[in-house]
C-alpha cells in the first residue's frame, strides 16, 4: 500500500510538467554554459595573477640580493698578511753531552 502512494505521486508530478520549448532549452543550456565559462575564467585568471606575482617575487628577490651582495663586498676590507718573524741573530749549538740519569 505504501509503495502504491510513492508510485502514485511520482506519475502525478510528472504528469504535471510541462514540455519546454526551444527557445527555453536553448535559455538553459546558454546560461549553464555561461556559468561554466565563468568558472573557468575566474580560474585562469587566479592562476593568472599567482604566476605573475611569483615572477615579480623573483625578480624583486634578485634584486634585494644583488643590492645586499655589493653592499657586502663593499664592507670588506682587506686584511694584509701577516709579516714573517725575524730568525735570531745567533743560533744555539746543539747539546751533544751523553744524558745522565736523573737519580
Known amino acids: 500500500m505504501k509503495y502504491?502512494?510513492?508510485i502514485s505521486a511520482i506519475i502525478l508530478l510528472c504528469s504535471c510538467t510541462r514540455e519546454a520549448t526551444p527557445e527555453e532549452v536553448d535559455a538553459f543550456i546558454q546560461y549553464h554554459?555561461?556559468?561554466k565559462l565563468q568558472k573557468i575564467r575566474v580560474a585562469k585568471d587566479k592562476d593568472c595573477r599567482r604566476k605573475i606575482l611569483e615572477?615579480?617575487?623573483a625578480h624583486i628577490d634578485s634584486i634585494i640580493i644583488e643590492e645586499l651582495e655589493i653592499d657586502?663586498?663593499?664592507s670588506?676590507?682587506?686584511v694584509e698578511r701577516p709579516f714573517r718573524a725575524e730568525r735570531p741573530?745567533?743560533?744555539r749549538d746543539r747539546d751533544t753531552s751523553k744524558v745522565r740519569p736523573l737519580f
Request: charged letters at 20%; proline letters at 0%.
Open 72 to 74: 657586502l663586498l663593499d
Open 4 to 6: 502504491l502512494l510513492y
Open 55 to 57: 615572477d615579480a617575487q
Open 33 to 35: 554554459v555561461d556559468q
Open 89 to 91: 741573530a745567533y743560533i
Open 76 to 78: 670588506i676590507v682587506e
